[in-house]
């Protein structure tokens, strides 16, 4: 592992350190559970899953198409069609 990757990986792990410390200051500040509705849930089970199709959707890319010509057959260019007609 070069030392990129390493910074990288203790980059990601010192803000998920961060994120629990603020969650767990926020739990000693307000102790009573938060009102959780049916649109919450569906909203947190479902907004991601859909970010996460629309991001990769985003980025994917068809391969080129194949070339359907058989071997020692050449493919005509269209001004040779062109001159043809």
Request: proline letters at 7%; a negative charge.
């Amino acid at each position: 592992m070069n030392s990129a990757k390493i910074l990288q990986v203790l980059q990601l792990w010192a803000f998920a350190l961060a994120i629990s410390a603020i969650l767990v200051a926020a739990g000693q500040r307000w102790s009573e559970p938060l009102p959780i509705g049916d649109s919450l849930v569906w909203a947190l089970l479902l907004l991601p899953s859909l970010g996460m199709v629309l991001l990769v959707l985003g980025r994917w890319s068809l391969p080129a198409a194949p070339d359907l010509t058989l071997p020692g057959q050449e493919r005509e260019s269209e001004d040779s069609i062109q001159e043809q007609q």
